[in-house]
């Protein structure tokens, strides 16, 4: 039996949702480029109770498509960029979970976004970026370290850093990577599966 918690799938969503690419930036306007120029592979270190656990994305820079993979074992995440259209993946259960990329976070993203200013320059897994200050979900102080080619290498928040790459490879991406396998059963997001269900 398939069995998808509402939450988890939230902070995954939301997981996905932060990695993604919103909007190009504009020749007038002071911003970060947002959207890798090149198929890039990356593995994060996300920082949660005091503890490093791994992620990793992967970019299609042509499909314009993000494949997040959590530290959860057999579980990834596909963003269609263009669709704004999510899958959350379990492969033990053969299962994939279909939502729309909520509306609220990427609108919220998108105005943090919008009151950013340029920082210092840094160098995190061997690659220069530059810190970009925002604010975090909690509108507390937040700084993204972003390369002028839009990959994310760092994220801190209220001077903590909550995210860091550890590795980045820009090579071209299997478009395997980001299809949903074959056999699989769909579920909508608004009718999981819940743990008990028959």
């Known amino acids: 039996m398939m069995i998808f918690s509402p939450r988890r799938g939230a902070a995954l969503a939301v997981a996905a949702l932060l990695l993604l690419p919103l909007r190009h930036a504009t020749a007038d306007t002071v911003q970060p480029r947002l959207l890798p120029t090149r198929d ?3 593995t994060y270190e996300v920082v949660q109770n005091g503890h490093a ?3 990793r994305i992967r970019w299609s820079a042509a499909a314009r498509l993000l494949r997040v993979d959590p530290p959860i074992p057999g579980m990834f995440v596909v963003v269609d ?3 704004k259209h999510m899958s959350l993946v379990r492969e033990p259960e053969h299962a ?3 939502m729309t990329a909520p509306d609220s976070v990427m609108t919220g993203l998108q105005n943090r976004l919008d009151t950013t200013t340029r920082g210092s320059d840094e160098t995190v897994a061997g690659l220069p970026c530059t810190n970009w200050r925002t604010t975090d979900p909690a509108n ?3 700084s993204a370290c972003i390369t002028q080619d839009g990959v994310l290498l760092q994220v801190r928040s209220q001077d903590r850093v ?3 790459a550890t590795s980045v490879r820009f090579a071209p991406q299997d478009a395997a990577l ?3 396998p074959d056999g699989f059963t769909r579920v909508p997001a608004d009718n999981p599966p819940v743990a008990g269900a028959r």
């Open 53 to 55: 656990l791994p992620q």
């Open 81 to 83: 960029y263009d669709r």
């Open 178 to 180: 980001f299809r949903i």
């Open 162 to 164: 909550v995210l860091k």
């Open 96 to 98: 994939v979970l279909d």
């Open 40 to 42: 890039v592979d990356v």
């Open 140 to 142: 507390k102080p937040a």
